[in-house]
């Protein structure tokens, strides 16, 4: 099916481990962002990537490692998982040009224990 | 650097009623402006977006802003809520140049009473 999906939909892991979410996006769109969700911050930019093989960083990347080595893939990598890292992550992906509006993915809800 | 300033975290509206959430933004650049909408336990969904051109935009679902360059606002309306209207809204600003990443505002949260 076209469009951009995430996954798990849901998990939870413990304090200290590696998790990674997933995101793919079957458009071949240029740009994928990472947003995280939290109460009474609205959405804040973990990383985005222009292309594969070019990563930068946004608001909040820390304790976050992300890869893109295939256009359609944009992977995010909770390296040791903390529980202020307990969020909705939304993938969103767009083509080149900034007046394109983004579609996003349904969103992962991670809870750390 | 771009910013959102989303006045109101909750609106509360009769159904039948006119919807009003407000967007103030700051750019140092001209702005492209969108607007999103999130149901419960959903991704979030373009609603209308300001890019250039026509400073009343028309989006779906029978919203509609207005680009207000002097006010730097782009507040949301809707003559008459619906209660499938119910939702959190985001307002969200990016440069009209490049390819610089949205900035989101916090959301308001629009309930309808039937």
């Known amino acids: 099916d076209a469009g951009i999906t995430q996954s798990p939909r849901y998990k939870i892991t413990e304090t200290g481990r590696q998790v990674t979410l997933m995101c793919h996006q079957t458009w071949s769109h240029s740009y994928m962002f990472w947003y995280r969700q939290d109460l009474g911050h609205g959405l804040r930019l973990i990383y985005y990537s222009a292309a594969a093989d070019i990563t930068d960083k946004g608001e909040v990347p820390d304790g976050y490692v992300v890869s893109r080595s295939k256009t359609e893939n944009f992977p995010l990598t909770l390296e040791s998982a903390t529980r202020s890292q307990t969020s909705v992550y939304f993938c969103?992906?767009?083509?080149?040009?900034?007046?394109?509006?983004?579609?996003f993915g349904s969103g992962t809800r991670l809870t750390v224990v | 650097a771009q910013s959102v300033t989303q006045l109101g975290s909750h609106v509360s509206v009769s159904e039948g009623a006119l919807v009003l959430l407000r967007c103030n933004y700051s750019s140092s650049v001209p702005p492209y402006l969108f607007w999103y909408v999130q149901y419960p336990n959903q991704g979030l969904q373009l609603l209308l977006k300001?890019?250039?051109?026509?400073?009343l935009v028309k989006g779906i679902n029978g919203f509609e802003a207005e680009f207000k360059k002097s006010e730097t606002s782009f507040h949301l309306t809707k003559p008459s809520a619906h209660m499938s209207d119910a939702a959190e809204y985001f307002c969200a600003v990016s440069r009209n140049s490049g390819n610089t990443p949205l900035v989101f505002g916090k959301g308001t949260r629009l309930s309808v009473i039937a």
């Open positions: 300001y890019t250039t051109g026509a400073t």
């Open positions: 969103a992906s767009r083509n080149q040009g900034g007046n394109y509006g983004y579609t």
